[in-house]
């Protein structure tokens, strides 16, 4: 059934007079007459009865009034959403993330975008950088906040955040008191790193980092998160260069120091599939590099 046709008998059926519902519509009666005609040929069921003295809806037509008014209903609705979604204020947002954005303006940001955006919903999904660009590929995420990686063929990349390693030690450590620690003085510590199969380019870094500084590091453990890594010096299983966003995260039993000299960074960035364009993705974004401009 066309909605046009629907549209006609429902106000057909409201005003009970061909002349003035045709007046309504906004068209000649003729139309209207035929238009009617062909709904009821479609239906196989006469949907009014016309008589001297007016119209009137028959048993069918009463069924089908409700019927078609939901319908129509439903029409206008799925219309005003797609256009919602096509604007960027309606939808469905997949968002992957690395642990340490929740110390670096992502929970500001989301909180931002859900007040500009309360028809949104946002997933979230935590996974390290290489999960989640395979995800992004596979569509199963829009957007990823993401450690330094090069983006893939097709997938754009924006840098949100760039900070400084520092010394992440258990508190007890003798270079706790320390104001800033040459990196060359950690050669006897054991080192607490990433996973070169989690996070390859920051395993990488800090590894060059201390090659850099005349010694390989005794890795004594290598994990997932970043927050398995400050638990880990907390419980006095070694030492770790961290991103200076960590400092936040509050746990007992850990001090932080700056590195002496210049070292390569900490980066965070935000990638997201060039096609299709995805208005929600542009808006959290923006909401991203607000939130990292005020920490």
């Given amino acids: 059934m066309e909605l046009r046709l629907l549209h006609y008998f429902v106000t057909l059926a409201e ?9 309504r519509l906004s068209i000649s009666q003729p139309p209207l007459s035929v238009a009617i005609k062909q709904l009821e040929q479609e239906l196989q069921a006469q949907l009014f009865e016309r008589s001297s003295k007016g119209v009137r809806l028959t048993a ?29 204020t309606r939808g469905h ?25 309360p028809l949104v919903r946002v997933d979230m ?7 989640q660009i395979l995800d992004l590929q596979q569509m199963r995420l829009d957007m990823a906040l993401v450690h330094s990686i090069q983006p893939p063929e097709g997938i754009a990349s924006r840098l949100l955040m760039e900070e400084p390693f520092v010394v992440c030690l258990p508190e007890r450590h003798p270079l ?28 990488q870094r800090i590894y060059e980092m201390c090659l850099a500084h005349g010694f390989a590091p005794e890795v004594r453990h290598e994990v997932r998160h970043w927050l398995s890594v400050i638990s880990l010096v907390s419980l006095g299983q070694g030492v770790a260069l961290v991103p200076q966003a960590l400092t936040r995260v509050g746990m007992p039993r850990l001090v932080f120091r700056p590195l002496k000299g210049s070292h390569p960074s900490s980066e965070m960035l935000a990638m997201w599939r ?7 993705v542009q808006a959290l ?6 939130a990292v401009t005020e920490l």
């Fill in 176 to 203: 706790h008191a320390s104001a800033a620690i040459d990196l060359a003085e950690l050669k006897n510590d054991r080192l607490i790193l990433f996973s070169s199969l989690v996070s390859p380019t920051y395993h």
């Fill in 93 to 117: 947002l997949r968002l992957g993330f690395v642990g340490s954005s929740l110390y670096r303006g992502l929970p500001q940001a989301l909180e931002r975008f859900q007040h500009d955006h």
């Fill in 274 to 280: 060039r096609t299709p364009a995805n208005p929600l």
């Fill in 285 to 290: 974004l923006a909401c991203l590099q607000q």
């Fill in 125 to 131: 999904l935590e996974a390290n950088s290489a999960e």
């Fill in 60 to 88: 069918a037509g009463e069924h089908l009034l409700d019927k078609a008014r939901q319908l129509l209903a439903l029409s206008q609705q799925a219309a005003q959403e797609t256009r919602d979604v096509a604007q960027g």
């Fill in 15 to 23: 005003e009970l007079h061909f002349s003035r519902a045709a007046q």
